[in-house]
T-cell receptor
Framework: AQSVAQPEDQVNVAEGNPLTVKCTYSVSGNPYLFWYVQYPNRGLQFLLKYITGDNLVKGSYGFEAEFNKSQTSFHLKKPSALVSDSALYFCAVRDGGNFNKFYFGSGTKLNVKP | GAGVSQSPSNKVTEKGKDVELRCDPISGHTALYWYRQSLGQGLEFLIYFQGNSAPDKSGLPSDRFSAERTGGSVSTLTIQRTQQEDSAVYLC?????????????FGSGTQLSVL
């Protein structure tokens, strides 16, 4: 069955330090992977996606994500966190064999402390 | 419009009343999705439209929930005889076409509170 797991409900990091938000997935076809961010009282905003090609994908606001096929992971990273990065982050996957649905993870709350 | 528009932004209702939530997708977007986000939870898929038809209604929690889309544009999610467990943020999203590499564009959601 298709699914997405975000094992951490919350990630705390100090401003200026690197951050990682973890995501693993399960699909039967080729995975199409996405990261979204949600600020308070707002809808979700697209950050980046992996379709094919280079395993390291660069996106908005300095974020990047690394696709690892053998580990079925798509972790979100940023070399230097900002306080303004504090938000709720969602990983999502579409199954290339049946791409009608987006499957979303449960979300990870990122707290960046000054 | 410039983005996906949802109305109302907030709705407070009494248990047992019916509510209608509206979504106005980005012009020209053929795919439209409804999701529900409960406090502290992830996104729960409700229903998906391609044009005016709904090939996948599998996420609707009960027969109290229904949705329609007219003119390939505006969609309405209706909840009948609301219950307290229906309290959540209802998010609408649209996509230009049904293509696996297309991203979703989300509205700001409707916060539904059932008293």
């Amino acid at each position: 069955a298709q699914s997405v797991a975000q094992p951490e409900d919350q990630v705390n990091v100090a401003e200026g330090n690197p951050l990682t938000v973890k995501c693993t997935y399960s699909v039967s076809g080729n995975p199409y992977l996405f990261w979204y961010v949600q600020y308070p009282n707002r809808g979700l905003q697209f950050l980046l996606k992996y379709i094919t090609g280079d395993n390291l994908v660069k996106g908005s606001y300095g974020f990047e994500a690394e696709f690892n096929k053998s580990q079925t992971s798509f972790h979100l990273k940023k070399p230097s966190a900002l306080v303004s990065d504090s938000a709720l982050y969602f990983c999502a996957v579409r199954d290339g064999g049946n791409f009608n649905k987006f499957y979303f993870g449960s979300g990870t709350k990122l707290n960046v402390k000054p | 419009g410039a983005g996906v528009s949802q109305s109302p932004s907030n709705k407070v209702t009494e248990k047992g009343k019916d509510v209608e939530l509206r979504c106005d997708p980005i012009s020209g977007h053929t795919a439209l999705y409804w999701y529900r986000q409960s406090l502290g939870q992830g996104l729960e898929f409700l229903i998906y439209f391609q044009g005016n038809s709904a090939p996948d209604k599998s996420g609707l929690p009960s027969d109290r929930f229904s949705a329609e889309r007219t003119g390939g544009s505006v969609s309405t999610l209706t909840i009948q005889r609301t219950q307290q467990e229906d309290s959540a943020v209802y998010l609408c999203a649209s996509s230009p076409r049904q293509n696996p590499n297309e991203k979703l564009f989300f509205g700001s959601g409707t916060q539904l509170s059932v008293l």
